[in-house]
């Protein structure tokens, strides 16, 4: 990006100028030539990206996150930021973003210009990586395939006379599940899959398992945009009496003082697996990669696990998960994705337009 002074200042000296060029004498016109050269050579200095990151500047990251993510990362970019200062003398500003993680995917593939991705799932990375702004080959780029940290579907239903024991407990009449909307949200897309496979990984059918989420989506009395948007329907706005959400969600707000009880279906759930990538078309226009990279490799330290685990995410490194096995209840039958079919089917069999999940809206009266 050009320096916004330097712009005007030249632009100014070039638009008030360029009428007199052919009334100079030689001698002013050869000044005039040369002053020009000096001045262009200003925007160059500016414009360069490398010189920002290695002169007295702050080296500036962005981060664009997934909503959930946001009290993990505030308490891990500080950790980050000492480290690098300590080892390099440069100073990193973060500039983060959370929301959703279809939209925050749709922002960055439209020209939200993140040098990094922490999504919620590998398809909305997968799809940066289509628009060519993430080099092939990413998830090898990272330890445990460049998934950062998991977590598994919880209910939280809103009182004790909501009695749940199992995934089939959700269709019943009297309940209305707030769960966000799986075309703008990754959490939803989790919680569609894990509806799902609760029936298929259990030896149902594929046909049992549309009646059972149709039956579970016809009483949702509304589909928010992400998961933190859901907790605010359901805390809130009061809607709705069964919230489905992260795991971590759950144990986070737990530690914040609220006191709603909350169950994981430990018979079958789904490993909701949260990647991290460098952008790399971003990262080489801001020449910010050896920073960037840094600090996606820092996630996988225990420092930066322990901060994760510490707001309810199953940790991938073994020695956390042992620190704080007992904020986790063991699942029987986890799932993951590659179960399913993995992600290029389950996007054209459930999440793309027209696809069974905008099909089941219209059948149930839901658009």
């Known amino acids: 990006m050009y320096c916004i002074y330097c712009v005007f200042h030249v632009n100014f000296f070039y638009e008030t100028s360029k009428n007199y060029l052919l009334m100079m004498k030689p001698i002013r016109f050869l000044s005039f030539m040369l002053l020009a050269v000096v001045a262009s050579g200003a925007i160059a200095a500016c414009s360069n990206p490398e010189q920002t990151a290695t002169g007295n500047q702050p080296i500036k990251v962005t981060l664009v996150s997934y909503a959930v993510t ?3 990362y505030e308490q891990i970019i500080p950790m980050f930021t000492e480290q690098w200062k300590q080892k390099t003398g440069q100073t990193v500003v973060f500039e983060q973003s959370y929301g959703g993680s279809g939209s925050q995917t749709r922002a960055v593939i439209d020209g939200l210009e993140a ?3 922490a999504l919620a799932l590998a398809l909305d990375t997968q799809k940066i990586e289509k628009a060519g702004l993430i080099d092939p080959g990413w998830e090898t780029e990272l330890p445990n395939e460049s998934i950062v940290h998991k977590s598994v579907v919880a209910f939280v ?3 004790e006379e909501i009695k749940l024991s199992k995934w089939s407990d959700l269709a019943n009449n009297n309940i209305q599940v707030i769960t966000a909307n799986p075309k703008t949200s990754g959490g939803a897309r989790w919680n569609f899959l894990a509806l799902w496979g609760s029936v298929t990984q259990a030896g149902g059918t594929e ?3 549309q009646t059972f989420v149709e039956n579970v989506f016809r009483n949702v009395p509304v589909l928010p945009k992400d ?3 859901s907790s605010d329907v359901f805390y809130k706005q009061g809607q709705g009496n069964v919230l489905l959400n992260y795991e971590n969600e759950v144990i986070l707000a737990k530690q914040k003082g609220d006191k709603s009880k909350y169950f994981v279906p430990t018979d079958y759930n789904i490993s909701i697996d ?5 952008v790399d078309k971003n990262v080489d226009k801001h020449g910010n990669r050896e920073v960037a990279e840094a600090f996606t490799q820092f996630l996988f330290t225990p420092e930066a696990q322990r901060e994760f685990a510490k707001v309810g995410f199953r940790s991938i490194d073994p020695t956390i998960t042992k620190e704080f096995q007992s904020q986790y209840p063991p699942i029987k039958n986890l799932f993951t994705v590659k179960d399913l079919g993995g992600w290029d089917k389950i996007q054209s ?3 793309a337009d027209g696809a069974a999940f905008d099909k ?3 059948k149930i009266n839901k658009k």
Request: no cysteine.
């Open 349 to 351: 069999d459930f999440f």
């Open 70 to 72: 946001q009290s993990a």
């Open 360 to 362: 089941m809206l219209t």
């Open 115 to 117: 040098d990094i991705v």
């Open 227 to 229: 998961a933190r948007e």
């Open 207 to 209: 046909e049992q398992a």
């Open 274 to 278: 949260n990647p991290v990538a460098v």
């Open 157 to 159: 239903p809103r009182n």
